[in-house]
Nanobody, 122 residues
Framework: VQLQACGGGLVQPGGSLRLSCVASGSILSRNSMGWYRQAPGYARELVAGITSDGTTNYADSVKGRFTISRDNAESTVYLQMNSLKPEDTADYYC?????????????????WGRGTLVTVSS
């Protein structure tokens, strides 16, 4: 199982980034997927989830600014991040998730793959 996130970088407040995560095998097509982030000194948190049929949900801190999407044919899940704030600075990871995307009560299914660092700073 491989989960590789990419697309992070340094961006000014108010800017945008699009993260991508490629999942090996049939992980993505069979499961709900989630984007998590972990800032220094903080626990990893779920910021967005998407079911296999495309239903989405978001943490309150990113609602209206982030958009999660998926391309099953490309085994890729995306996170479009707009209106970025300094508090969005973190390492971002994706994983298949089990549980309820509707309530955001989920758990990661696999070992964590490579994350991608997002730094929001002027």
């Amino acid at each position: 199982v491989q989960l590789q996130a990419c697309g992070g970088g340094l961006v000014q407040p108010g800017g945008s980034l699009r993260l991508s995560c490629v999942a090996s095998g049939s992980i993505l097509s069979r499961n709900s997927m989630g984007w998590y982030r972990q800032a220094p000194g903080y626990a990893r948190e779920l910021v967005a989830g998407i079911t296999s049929d495309g239903t989405t949900n978001y943490a309150d801190s990113v609602k209206g600014r982030f958009t999660i999407s998926r391309d099953n044919a490309e085994s890729t899940v995306y996170l479009q991040m707009n209106s970025l704030k300094p508090e969005d600075t973190a390492d971002y990871y994706c994983n298949a998730i089990m549980g309820s995307v509707q309530t955001m009560e989920v758990a990661p299914m696999y070992y964590w793959g490579r994350g991608t660092l997002v730094t929001v700073s002027s």
